[in-house]
């Protein structure tokens, strides 16, 4: 067997198993040609990139006994079965059983290319998100915030300097960007030992919010029958997240200033002050120096809170995330409905990628769950072609999303990039050229 080539080929008529072979290997797909399934599953890995692309009726084993044993090694494996006409209802009850897709024989070779490109996609997509859940090599953090995208490298690599030093933060991102992941993540690898202690100032009365913050004695106001702990007393030793900051009332950031100057705290109904050892990690969507010149928010916690600022990119700059984060969700979904992930075509990632996601990473985990319960599926694609447009205009819709969405996992390098889809880069070129996509720039000849 070819070293883990991209497409395994399967038929024990040596002339379609050459034919397709040919027209595979013009597309330049690395291709392991074989007569029999055997042969072909002989030193197959779980963490093969292969998709298997066989006919359904052969004389030791047919397409039941392959589906099977591949299942076996790896569930995840892309299946392509070929099949006559008279053999079309045993190829779609092998897809029931598990096969990726099937084709009709004498296959259409640009059908062909199409199925098994989609298939090779998807089967990278789905390793790419297993590694990102095993992975190690950064002390957990890829696996904690996850993407590949320059803004998400860059946003790690910053954590990481804050996450080590003695210093408040403020994180600013639009709603849904994971401003608590992202605090979670600060605490979880700063190495304090206590707690981490989230405070949304804006779902707080704002009656309550300092009693909420600070505690009271017993008797402090009315109402008042005994003792409370606050949250930040309640922080010592670990990460207090205040979320929502630019909701906080006037007076409770008066004595929020204080305790960020001098880390100590007083109970409402109290004189004694109480030492407290914590890191605050404030977030907001506001710009908080121009509500302070507004007069909405103190100028002088505005400053003292905006000492180590962290940014969270919107997910539609995030471009290359859209699916590894897609492909995250649908496991942890389908692992609290104890189902298996359904299975995510190269269309439905293409159209994820195209979407505007005004809720960010919040919105595409709530169209993940729903997707696991069966209640989000292509509907935007339905609808646009529903609307009028032609098949043409759908899949240069969705090759350019596929070229864009390639482009970023490879931070733009043409060669990398062209290797990863199978294409030479004049090839590239031309598409990019065709649909208006510019070069990088990444140094490498053209």
Not at 80 to 90: A, C, E, F, K, Q
Not at 405 to 413: T, V, W
């Amino acid at each position: 067997m070819t070293l883990d080539p991209d497409i395994i080929l399967i038929d024990d008529d040596a002339s379609v198993l050459e034919a397709c072979c040919q027209v595979l290997e013009l597309e330049d797909f690395s291709v392991s040609p074989h007569g029999s399934v055997t042969s072909a599953l002989t030193g197959l890995r779980a963490d093969s990139r292969a998709v298997i692309v066989s006919d359904v009726r052969m004389p030791d084993h047919d397409g039941f006994d392959l589906v099977a044993a591949v299942r076996n090694i790896d569930q995840d494996i892309p299946i392509i079965l070929m099949s006559g006409h008279g053999d079309i209802p045993m190829a779609l009850r092998a897809m029931r059983d598990g096969a990726w897709d099937f084709l009709e024989k004498p296959a259409d070779p640009v059908h062909l290319i199409e199925t098994v490109r989609r298939a090779r996609d998807h089967r990278r997509l789905l390793l790419e998100n297993r590694r990102l859940r095993l992975s190690v090599d950064d002390d957990g953090w890829e696996t904690r915030l996850i993407g590949h995208s320059a803004p998400m490298v860059a946003l790690r690599e910053k954590l990481k300097r804050i996450a080590a030093a003695a210093t408040d933060a403020l994180i600013l991102g639009e709603t849904g960007t994971g401003k608590e992941v992202t605090a979670r993540a600060i605490h979880d690898f700063s190495g304090r030992k206590g707690r981490f202690v989230a405070v949304n100032c804006g779902a707080i009365p704002e009656t309550m919010l300092e009693s909420e913050l600070f505690g009271h004695e017993a008797g402090a106001f009315t109402g008042a029958r005994e003792k409370r702990i606050g949250k930040i007393e309640y922080a010592d030793g670990g990460t207090l997240f205040l979320d929502e900051i630019e909701s906080m009332p006037l007076a409770a950031q008066v004595r929020l200033l204080r305790v960020l100057q001098e880390r100590v705290i007083e109970r409402l109904g109290s004189n004694v002050e109480l030492p407290v050892d914590m890191r605050v990690v404030a977030a907001t969507k506001a710009d908080l120096h121009a509500a302070a010149r507004k007069g909405d928010f103190r100028e002088d916690l505005a400053y003292r809170l905006d000492i180590a600022r962290v940014e969270l990119p919107p997910l539609a700059q995030r471009k290359g995330d859209v699916g590894l984060l897609f492909q995250h969700f649908l496991g942890l979904a389908a692992k609290r409905q104890g189902r298996t992930p359904p299975r995510v075509s190269a269309e439905l990632l293409a159209e994820l990628n195209g979407r505007a996601w005004p809720g960010n990473v919040r919105e595409l985990r709530n169209v993940a769950e729903r997707f696991v319960l069966g209640l989000e599926d292509r509907a935007d694609v339905d609808r646009a072609a529903a609307g009028g447009e032609t098949l043409e205009v759908q899949m240069d819709r969705l090759e350019r999303a596929i070229l864009l969405d390639s482009l970023a996992r490879n931070d733009g390098r043409v060669g990398a990039t062209a290797d990863a889809l199978g294409i030479s880069r004049k090839t590239l070129y031309l598409k990019m050229r065709k649909f208006d996509i510019a070069a990088q720039g990444d140094g490498e000849a053209g």
